[in-house]
């Protein structure tokens, strides 16, 4: 007889606050769940630690094993949460990418990936605490990693100009990532608090954040105008052009100082 199987998460699940750029609300959660791989469950543990907002790094014990993966972060209005990231070494089950879902209402998380002999679930207990930023560079911190994903993506914007289901999919994902009210699909790939609200929190202005400022309240602009009444293919381009040129000069000039 198989005996109950208790495994601990715990999750650091980052949400900026909307109102100041003073504290984040984080949470602890406990988890309760089996891990399955192909016809045999066993005992295991999952520790996932948040970087930022946006990254995360999984580590999962079983068996006397240790897997590892990176992960990157989309946090959901409703406070679910996913996760897509890929392990660090191939698992004996296959596949390397991995994705975690976690359920706000029902409190359920949910692991598995492209290969289904390796996944697990469980029910999570969460436990809110605060996360105090004391100055600038925090919050600078957290806006370098979101010009990061605005750049990448709408360099995938780029990447295949005769595709345009790939570049209205990546450039959803990069207006998103600026203003998230401007994209009306769900999930995406970054989370709900937009660089345009993490830039309303920062109180004190140098020429770089005003410089970062003006390019989003552009890039808004041109996201609102052409993302959902585009005419053709080359308007969007366009768009994520002047984007991907901009916020890459952006990002060049956040890891100088």
Request: net charge positive; glycine share 4%.
């Amino acid at each position: 007889m198989i005996k109950s199987i208790y495994i601990i998460l715990i999750f650091l699940l980052i949400i900026p606050n909307t109102s100041h750029a003073e504290s984040i609300d984080y949470y602890d959660f406990e988890c309760v769940g089996v891990l399955r791989m192909k016809d045999s469950s066993t005992v295991a543990n999952w520790e996932i630690n948040f970087i930022n907002a946006s990254r995360a790094t999984l580590s999962i014990y079983y068996d006397k094993k240790k897997r590892s993966a990176d992960l990157r972060i989309s946090i959901q209005k409703n406070k679910d949460f996913y996760g897509n990231g890929k392990w660090s070494a191939q698992t004996g089950q296959g596949g390397r990418f991995i994705r975690l879902k976690y359920l706000d209402t029902s409190k359920k998380l949910f692991l598995g990936g492209a290969n289904a002999q390796f996944r697990a679930e469980g029910e999570c207990k969460k436990n809110k605490k605060e996360l105090k930023i004391t100055d600038i560079a925090s919050s600078i911190k957290l806006i370098t990693e979101r010009i990061l994903i605005i750049k990448e993506h709408s360099k995938y914007s780029l990447n295949h100009p005769n595709d345009i289901d790939n570049i209205i999919r990546h450039l959803k994902h990069t207006c998103h990532a600026i203003d998230p009210i401007l994209v009306k699909e769900r999930p995406m790939p970054a989370g709900e608090i937009g660089l345009n609200q993490m830039l309303k929190d920062i109180e004190k202005n140098n020429d770089l954040v005003k410089n970062i400022k003006i390019v989003s309240s552009n890039s808004i602009d041109k996201c609102k105008k052409y993302l959902y009444s585009w005419e053709n293919s080359e308007e969007l381009l366009e768009i994520a052009n002047y984007i991907n040129l901009q916020f890459d000069n952006l990002y060049k000039d956040l890891k100088k100082n």
